[in-house]
């Protein structure tokens, strides 16, 4: 048990420190992913307080712009009047890397960028595999400081950018990144702060650069540290896993306050929803495609997307899933599988059920806590799935052990209750009253055939009789109960009792009384049928599973009765009612002794006896004719 016991620590042991390699096999993160998904939804939405605004290109705008893209001089309009109302920061969700096709809304725009002083302007990198070359000259004036521990993951650095045009990068107070970290199942999970363009420069992400705009401060006072924070002013923002931060996400699209941008065209908008809020400008119509994938939204708008690192950033918190929370999943990792292994070999069966599946759906409750009210992200799969693995393994365990456990108790005590006691100490049918046929076998002649032989030939003697006891019970569905010296209680109808347990309990003893003799070993045998109970009997230490009752007791003594009376066979008037059909052929050669006094009880029961023991071979093949006699039109009647 112990030595057990210190194989599953140790094996759990191992795949806690396994866990951050397990946790990043696609289809494990994919299950993970999906149990994010579950979290938000029973989280539910929630509104963000965080001061952010969306001036949706919405299918309106499009519309009334006459198609898509609408045109930069009307964004440049709608930059003028955002920043007269006093946005503290407009970042645009637009990428400009292409000349307009008039170029004085181009001119126009940049003017309109130079004049707010405080507009952001989007860069996106392409991951390709293709070598990485120098930055554009664009950027030189726009990195930040990186840092990088030793062994820390290095932020992804794109094979190409895609910049804005050189005359608006020029104008906009600063260029950020829009790349996005995507899940397994390509839904959108969060960003890097930065990407990398040399060894110690990278570009800030535009979400970023819109969270230190808010707070009055610039690329100069942002710097990354891998793999553990970002530094934003004199506050240090914590990193999770792969130095990357995990988007909090408020709900579907629509739980900004918008405005669209032909309302704000027209100046039709509350200044409220403007002034000293950060503004993002993207598109949401249908036309631009624009969309990612969250668990609150299917096709959630790039620029929502963007608006919530941004509100996450300034207050709202992204989810916690960094070392801190690694050190955690492992130790539920090992505790969840230690302890659902253990649960699972507790007995009985039913108790190992319900403890089994306690460590796994303790640990889903704190998850689902930690999430709600912490804003905490833990591994929910693997630490489960090593609680499935304990149990399963406890089970197969179980299961192996259990068999061989039967095999060995099947050598000592009856099948039925082998399979039963080695799952259990205390099986189902212990105390309960069944319904049973017992019979009880006594050799004839067996002290006067030991007084002459030797003993290992009465041991050779009381095998063969046990093992022809044993193979005819089996025959009829029954079982040897216990042996004693040359002779055994047979049981028929438990634990499991039959309508035919009677019939069956008759033709098992008419063909032993034959077979016996045939084989020089003469038995005696008392049948009885009635209620039985299933007793656990013994000391303190030693116990045996037997049956009591007065049928047992009046089994014995019919066999007491067959010896008075020089037969064979003393079947009990109960057996015969219990089995009337059997009873016509298998009470051949027997004799109805109605009112039979039985030493030891007051009131004389009916019984039936016979044969002889040397008589037992020539009355079974009279039973043999009287069974076919039994279908003939003038069927013969048992003796009365």
Same mark, same amino acid.
């Given at each position: ?12 042991l ?8 397990v ?20 989280r ?52 400009m890397?292409?000349?307009? @096709? #008039?170029? %004085?809304? &181009?001119?126009?725009? !940049?003017?309109? *960028?130079? /004049?707010?002083?405080?507009? =952001?302007? +989007? ?8 070598a ?39 104008a906009?107070?600063g ?44 690329? @100069? #006072?942002? %710097?990354? &540290?891998?793999?553990? !924070?970002?530094? *934003?002013? /004199?506050?240090?923002?914590? =990193?999770? +896993?792969?130095?990357?931060w995990?988007?909090n ?53 790039g620029?929502?997307?963007f608006?919530?690192?941004t ?24 505790a ?14 039913? *108790? ?5 599946? =306690? ?47 039967r ?5 000592y ?43 290992g ?6 095998r ?49 009384l ?11 045998i ?55 059909e059997a ?36 009355a079974?093949?009279?039973a ?9 039109p003038?069927?013969g009647?048992?003796?009365?």
């Open positions: 048990m112990r030595g057990r016991a210190v194989l599953a620590a140790v094996a759990f191992l795949l806690a420190l396994a866990y951050p390699a946790r990043e096999v696609p289809r494990v993160a994919g299950l993970e992913s999906d149990t994010l998904t579950w979290r938000y939804g029973l539910g939405p929630r509104l963000p307080e965080a001061p952010v605004t969306i001036v949706a290109i919405d299918d309106a705008t499009v519309a009334a712009a006459g198609g898509w893209p609408v045109p930069r001089d009307r964004l440049g309009t709608a930059n003028r009047r955002l920043s007269q109302a006093g946005a503290a920061v407009i970042a645009v969700d637009l990428l890397a292409e000349p307009a @096709r #008039d170029p %004085a809304a &181009d001119a126009a725009l !940049a003017d309109a *960028l130079r /004049a707010s002083g405080r507009t =952001l302007l +989007p860069v996106a990198g392409t991951l390709d595999g293709a990485a070359g120098p930055p554009p000259a664009d950027l030189a004036g726009h990195t930040v400081p990186l840092r990088r521990a030793a062994g820390a993951s290095a932020p992804p650095r794109p094979d190409a950018l895609l910049t804005p045009i050189r005359m608006l990068a020029k906009a107070a260029l950020g990144h829009v790349n996005v970290a995507l899940g397994p199942d390509g839904g959108l999970t969060g960003m890097h702060p930065a990407i990398r363009l040399s060894d110690d420069g990278a570009l800030p992400g535009l979400a970023l650069l819109a969270a230190a705009g808010y707070h009055g401060l610039d690329r @100069r #006072d942002l %710097a990354v &540290d891998l793999p553990t !924070a970002v530094r *934003l002013g /004199a506050r240090r923002i914590p =990193l999770g +896993p792969r130095g990357r995990t988007a996400f408020y709900g579907p699209g629509g739980s900004f306050p918008t405005l669209p941008l032909i309302d704000v065209l027209r100046g039709a908008f509350n200044l409220a929803d403007v002034r000293g809020r950060v503004i993002w400008l993207g598109a949401t119509a249908t036309s631009a495609g624009d969309t990612f994938v969250t668990p609150f939204d299917p096709a959630m708008p620029v929502e997307a608006a919530t690192i509100a996450n950033l300034l207050g709202g918190g992204f989810l916690a899933h960094g070392p801190g929370t690694t050190l955690a999943e492992m130790a539920a990792v090992f969840v599988g230690l302890l659902s292994w253990h649960a699972a070999r507790l007995r009985p069966a039913r *108790l190992a059920v319900i403890a089994a599946v =306690l460590p796994a759906a303790a640990w889903v409750a704190v998850t689902l806590a930690a999430f709600s009210l912490g804003q905490v992200w833990l591994n929910l799969t693997v630490p489960v799935a090593a609680g499935g693995l304990g149990a399963a393994a406890a089970v197969s365990g179980r299961l192996v052990l259990g068999d061989a456990q095999r060995r108790l099947a050598h005590v009856p099948q039925p209750l082998a399979e039963a006691l080695a799952n259990t100490d205390r099986p189902a049918f212990e105390g309960q009253v069944l319904p049973a046929a017992v019979m009880f076998v006594d050799m004839v002649g067996f002290t006067a055939r030991s007084e002459t032989a030797s003993p030939d009465t041991v050779a003697t009381m063969r009789l046990h093992a022809e006891l044993e193979d005819g019970a089996a025959r009829h569905g029954g079982y040897v109960d216990n042996f004693a010296g040359d002779g055994a209680m047979l049981v028929f109808g438990v634990p499991r009792p039959r309508p035919d347990d009677a019939a069956r309990a008759l033709a098992c003893a008419r063909e032993l034959a077979r016996m003799a045939q084989l020089d070993l003469p038995v005696r008392g049948l009885q049928f009635g209620p039985v109970q299933v007793a656990r009997l013994g000391g303190r230490q030693q116990h045996q599973l037997t049956l009591a009752g007065d049928t047992v007791n009046l089994a014995s003594r019919l066999m007491a009765v067959a010896k008075e009376r020089g037969v064979g066979l003393a079947v009990a008037g109960a057996v015969v009612a219990q089995a009337p009873a016509r052929a298998h009470l051949a050669g027997l004799v109805h002794c109605p009112a039979t006094a039985i030493r030891g009880r007051q009131a004389p029961i009916d019984v039936w006896l016979g044969p002889a023991p040397a008589d037992a071979a020539q079974e093949k009279a043999g004719a009287a069974e076919g006699a039994d279908h003939a003038d069927g009647r048992p003796p009365r």
